[in-house]
């Protein structure tokens, strides 16, 4: 039959059990009080126990927790045991109805009476062995089922089992159990509920038979909780209960948490201040800081935390593990304030060396999080393992590191977020991604937009723009940063993308694209934000009323920004833009929202590809933007190889919906001073043709420079000439400076300079 322990004490011990096997082990009618219950293989068998001030095994954190999991213990509890005086090993429990004084003998009472009375296997006999009144039941401990077991109580009492040292109960379909002793025949209980720490109570199940000691919860009416409370109350006196001795966690849904400034001005989800002293489960009692909420409270799949309208100081780093996670299909949200007129949800870290974050995520996953601004921070969001985290108009500003990093996590998403004035926007290490980055804006870091050393990212429809001259838009191992209907937009001398593995360097998007295969439909153009100074990115236009400012209303501008209407066109997010949107979705922050700028209603065209710029060789893809064209609308396609005098086809008769064209420029000369134009074939219609000269190069170029005599000359054969672009030996430019400023160089091109005076 194996080893049992029964009716014993095991007070204060390191480990009161340390058991190779449990198969041949049982453990009831006992008291363990202190440290560890149960080490090695685990708990065992047996019942109506009574634990205090003790881990019951290691990674269980409450007794239900493993009730639920074996399906076993279902009555023992957790509780203080009220002996007589462990320290001196007198473990009699206290009684009113008297028990034995162990240093004399005798028989004394006490002013409570201890939970281990009459607490023990109702089917054990022992009970018969124990003095009048002895309840009909064994005690728990020592002395039950003994000549010296403390006496019962005659009056009806009660006592809960369940979630006395907390736990998770859900709204339907769980038991909770109850004692009960001393009562009258057909005595009837009811169940009652408190989710604020036993303020206010609400009947949960009435007429229940007092000695059924147990019932199922079926209180679905109700809000979850993780100050809950219950209680079984007499039904005859209401003045005999028992309520569990902490609070535990009732979910019925998800929770909502919710946090406050100091302030109420512009706020959307509370109606009083923050204050760290209030529970932080309702809009009228807020949480002042998001590291005491977190501190406090175990984040679940589908809880949400509401950070209202304010500016909220970060002191230390907020760090959200994997034991605040939510899954991939039911995230845990944190949710800032959407009223941007009153400023929005602001954090500011306001320490910016190393190891500070605005907000750090360790190892954890699926989480949302929105609407949120965080400022002067090392890191302002910092992701650290996990996968399945979701940053949605989430912005960044001032780091002195990077605005988003992401290390080591995989299924990362970027949408409609802002890096802006960080060192690095996005960075990138430990084979992190892949990351999606969508509709987002990366704005005048001062080293580097996107850096992925390794793992993966990929972008689309959003903006990437370097200020700075020694700045990059894209530093990537090799090809593992991928993206296309973006726009990248480089100041001169900063660079498109630089690939460390190779020390390949890209200075236009053509090169780039020759490179990687990426950003084929990209655009390179100055954006033109209504004020990126103060982080107004809403697109300008020329159309009355197409920009919303978020303080003015809707206004326009003098100019239309390129991006309006240029985005991916196989997007159908368009239709969530205000009318006329051009049936195509804009780049940037607001494209495919009801905040997206409106373009103008006419066809226009926009020669996209190699426009600040570059270099074309073999055959390569030229891209425009078509956009308010009819259905069927054609184009042509002309290059100028001289810098705009004379034009060739490339593409006679195209859909304007096309937007691309394959341009075999093997069959062309090379040249120093490319051009190209798409032209509509409708009568009046529009056209758009580059302005930068970009070169078309199958082999190193020669580029010759005459002054106005041809005296002496050895290498050309005419006077140079400021319009001279092909600046080929026959015409030659007239001038070094232009040359250098104006055509694109590259390794292996050779510049000759004619005799003569400059």
């Given at each position: 039959p194996?080893?049992?322990?029964?009716r014993?004490?095991?007070?204060s011990?390191?480990?009161a059990?340390?058991?190779?096997?449990?198969?041949?082990?049982?453990?009831?009618?006992?008291?363990?009080?202190?440290?560890?219950?149960?080490?090695?293989?685990?708990?065992?068998?047996g019942?109506?126990?009574?634990?205090w001030?003790?881990?019951?095994?290691?990674?269980?954190?409450?007794l239900?927790e493993?009730?639920?999991?074996a399906?076993?213990?279902?009555?023992?509890?957790?509780a203080?045991?009220?002996f007589a005086?462990p320290s001196?090993?007198?473990?009699?429990p206290?009684?009113?109805?008297?028990?034995?004084?162990?240093?004399?003998?005798?028989i004394?009472?006490?002013?409570?009476?201890?939970?281990?009375?009459?607490?023990?296997?109702?089917?054990s006999?022992?009970?018969?062995?124990e003095p009048?009144?002895?309840?009909?039941?064994?005690?728990?401990?020592?002395?039950?089922?003994?000549?010296?077991?403390?006496?019962s109580?005659?009056?009806t009492?009660?006592?809960v089992?369940?979630y006395?040292?907390?736990g998770?109960?859900?709204?339907?379909?769980?038991?909770?159990?109850w004692?009960a002793?001393?009562?009258t025949?057909?005595?009837?209980?009811?169940?009652?509920?408190?989710?604020d720490?036993?303020?206010?109570?609400?009947?949960?199940?009435?007429n229940l038979?007092?000695?059924a000691?147990?019932?199922?919860?079926?209180?679905?009416?109700?809000?979850?909780?993780?100050f809950?409370?219950?209680r079984?109350v007499?039904?005859a006196?209401?003045?005999?209960?028992s309520?569990t001795f902490?609070?535990f966690v009732f979910?019925?849904?998800?929770?909502?948490?919710?946090?406050?400034?100091?302030?109420?001005?512009g706020?959307i989800?509370?109606?009083?201040?923050?204050?760290?002293?209030n529970?932080?489960?309702s809009?009228?009692?807020?949480?002042k800081?998001?590291?005491?909420l977190?501190?406090q409270?175990?984040?679940?799949?589908?809880?949400?935390?509401?950070?209202?309208?304010g500016?909220?100081?970060?002191?230390v780093?907020?760090?959200?593990g994997?034991?605040?996670s939510?899954q991939?299909?039911?995230?845990?949200?944190l949710?800032?304030?959407?009223?941007?007129?009153?400023?929005?949800?602001?954090?500011?870290?306001?320490?910016s060396?190393?190891?500070?974050?605005?907000?750090?995520?360790?190892?954890a996953h699926?989480?949302?999080?929105?609407?949120?601004?965080?400022?002067?921070a090392?890191?302002?969001?910092f992701?650290?393992?996990?996968?399945?985290?979701?940053?949605?108009?989430v912005?960044?500003?001032?780091?002195?590191?990077a605005?988003?990093?992401?290390?080591?996590?995989?299924?990362?998403?970027?949408?409609?977020?802002?890096?802006?004035?960080?060192?690095?926007?996005?960075?990138l290490?430990?084979?992190a991604?892949?990351?999606?980055?969508t509709?987002?804006?990366?704005?005048?870091?001062h080293?580097?937009?996107?850096?992925?050393?390794s793992g993966?990212?990929s972008?689309?429809?959003?903006?990437l723009?370097?200020?700075?001259?020694g700045?990059v838009?894209?530093?990537?191992?090799?090809?593992?940063?991928?993206g296309?209907?973006n726009n990248?937009?480089?100041v001169?001398e900063?660079?498109?993308?630089v690939?460390?593995?190779?020390?390949?360097?890209?200075?236009?998007?053509?090169?780039?694209?020759?490179l990687?295969?990426?950003?084929?439909?990209?655009?390179?153009?100055y954006?033109?934000?209504?004020?990126?100074?103060?982080?107004d990115?809403h697109?300008k236009?020329?159309t009355?009323?197409?920009?919303?400012?978020p303080?003015?209303?809707?206004v326009?501008?003098?100019?239309?920004s390129?991006?309006?209407?240029?985005?991916?066109?196989?997007?159908?997010?368009?239709?969530?833009?205000p009318?006329?949107?051009?049936?195509?979705?804009?780049?940037?922050?607001?494209?495919g929202?009801?905040?997206a700028?409106?373009?103008?209603?006419?066809?226009?065209?926009l020669?996209?590809?190699?426009?600040?710029?570059?270099s074309?060789?073999?055959?390569s893809?030229?891209?425009?933007?078509?956009?308010n064209?009819?259905?069927?609308?054609?184009?042509?396609?002309?290059?100028?190889?001289?810098g705009?005098?004379?034009?060739?086809?490339?593409?006679?008769?195209?859909?304007?919906s096309?937007e691309?064209?394959?341009w075999?420029?093997t069959?062309?000369?090379?040249?120093?001073?490319?051009?190209?134009?798409?032209?509509s074939l409708?009568?009046?219609?529009?056209?758009?043709?580059?302005?930068?000269f970009?070169?078309?190069?199958?082999?190193?170029?020669?580029?010759f420079?005459?002054?106005?005599?041809?005296?002496?000359?050895?290498?050309?054969?005419?006077?140079?000439?400021?319009?001279?672009w092909?600046a080929?030996?026959?015409?030659?430019?007239?001038s070094?400076?232009?040359?250098?400023s104006?055509l694109n160089?590259d390794?292996?091109?050779?510049?000759?300079?004619?005799?003569?005076?400059?």
């Amino acid at each position: 039959p194996g080893n049992a322990w029964d009716r014993g004490v095991s007070w204060s011990n390191g480990t009161a059990f340390s058991l190779s096997t449990l198969s041949s082990m049982s453990v009831s009618n006992s008291m363990i009080a202190g440290n560890t219950a149960f080490a090695a293989s685990g708990v065992p068998a047996g019942d109506y126990n009574v634990l205090w001030q003790t881990l019951l095994t290691s990674g269980i954190n409450n007794l239900n927790e493993y009730q639920k999991i074996a399906n076993a213990w279902w009555r023992s509890t957790y509780a203080p045991p009220q002996f007589a005086s462990p320290s001196t090993y007198d473990f009699h429990p206290q009684s009113q109805g008297g028990r034995v004084q162990q240093s004399t003998g005798t028989i004394v009472t006490d002013l409570v009476t201890s939970i281990l009375i009459d607490f023990g296997s109702p089917d054990s006999p022992g009970w018969t062995n124990e003095p009048s009144p002895n309840g009909s039941r064994i005690n728990v401990g020592r002395h039950g089922g003994t000549g010296e077991a403390s006496r019962s109580r005659t009056n009806t009492w009660l006592q809960v089992l369940t979630y006395n040292d907390g736990g998770q109960l859900n709204a339907f379909g769980e038991t909770v159990y109850w004692n009960a002793g001393a009562y009258t025949s057909g005595a009837t209980v009811r169940i009652e509920y408190s989710s604020d720490d036993g303020t206010t109570w609400s009947v949960i199940e009435s007429n229940l038979a007092i000695d059924a000691g147990s019932a199922t919860w079926n209180g679905t009416n109700f809000p979850s909780s993780r100050f809950a409370r219950w209680r079984v109350v007499s039904e005859a006196n209401t003045n005999i209960y028992s309520m569990t001795f902490t609070n535990f966690v009732f979910r019925n849904g998800a929770f909502a948490y919710y946090l406050n400034d100091e302030a109420t001005v512009g706020d959307i989800y509370t109606t009083a201040p923050g204050n760290d002293s209030n529970l932080g489960t309702s809009p009228g009692t807020p949480k002042k800081n998001l590291f005491t909420l977190l501190g406090q409270a175990d984040l679940e799949p589908g809880d949400v935390v509401y950070i209202d309208t304010g500016n909220y100081p970060l002191a230390v780093n907020v760090v959200i593990g994997e034991f605040d996670s939510g899954q991939e299909t039911n995230p845990v949200h944190l949710i800032g304030s959407t009223n941007i007129q009153a400023g929005g949800t602001s954090m500011n870290r306001s320490l910016s060396q190393v190891g500070t974050y605005g907000l750090y995520f360790d190892n954890a996953h699926g989480i949302d999080v929105a609407n949120l601004v965080f400022s002067n921070a090392y890191q302002g969001i910092f992701v650290s393992g996990g996968s399945n985290l979701t940053f949605r108009r989430v912005e960044t500003r001032g780091t002195t590191n990077a605005g988003f990093r992401i290390s080591n996590a995989r299924n990362i998403r970027l949408d409609r977020c802002v890096a802006a004035l960080n060192e690095t926007g996005v960075k990138l290490d430990s084979n992190a991604g892949p990351v999606s980055m969508t509709h987002s804006v990366v704005w005048d870091p001062h080293a580097v937009a996107i850096e992925a050393l390794s793992g993966s990212i990929s972008i689309s429809n959003s903006v990437l723009g370097v200020l700075d001259s020694g700045a990059v838009i894209y530093r990537a191992a090799t090809t593992n940063i991928g993206g296309n209907f973006n726009n990248l937009y480089a100041v001169d001398e900063a660079m498109i993308g630089v690939q460390t593995a190779s020390s390949n360097l890209a200075e236009y998007i053509s090169g780039w694209t020759h490179l990687t295969g990426e950003e084929g439909q990209s655009l390179d153009v100055y954006p033109h934000f209504a004020n990126p100074s103060a982080y107004d990115f809403h697109l300008k236009t020329q159309t009355v009323g197409g920009r919303y400012d978020p303080f003015l209303g809707f206004v326009s501008d003098p100019l239309t920004s390129t991006l309006i209407d240029s985005g991916d066109p196989a997007s159908m997010a368009y239709t969530n833009e205000p009318s006329p949107n051009g049936s195509r979705i804009n780049i940037g922050l607001y494209g495919g929202t009801l905040e997206a700028s409106k373009g103008v209603t006419a066809p226009w065209l926009l020669a996209a590809s190699l426009r600040s710029g570059g270099s074309v060789s073999g055959t390569s893809s030229l891209h425009w933007v078509a956009a308010n064209f009819t259905n069927g609308a054609r184009v042509s396609v002309e290059y100028s190889r001289d810098g705009g005098d004379l034009w060739q086809a490339i593409a006679t008769s195209v859909l304007a919906s096309a937007e691309t064209v394959v341009w075999d420029s093997t069959v062309v000369s090379n040249s120093p001073a490319g051009l190209w134009r798409v032209t509509s074939l409708d009568v009046g219609g529009p056209a758009d043709a580059t302005t930068n000269f970009f070169s078309i190069r199958n082999s190193p170029l020669e580029i010759f420079v005459n002054d106005a005599s041809t005296s002496g000359d050895v290498y050309t054969t005419s006077a140079g000439a400021p319009t001279n672009w092909i600046a080929s030996a026959s015409h030659p430019l007239s001038s070094l400076e232009l040359a250098l400023s104006k055509l694109n160089l590259d390794a292996g091109d050779r510049l000759y300079v004619d005799s003569g005076t400059y």
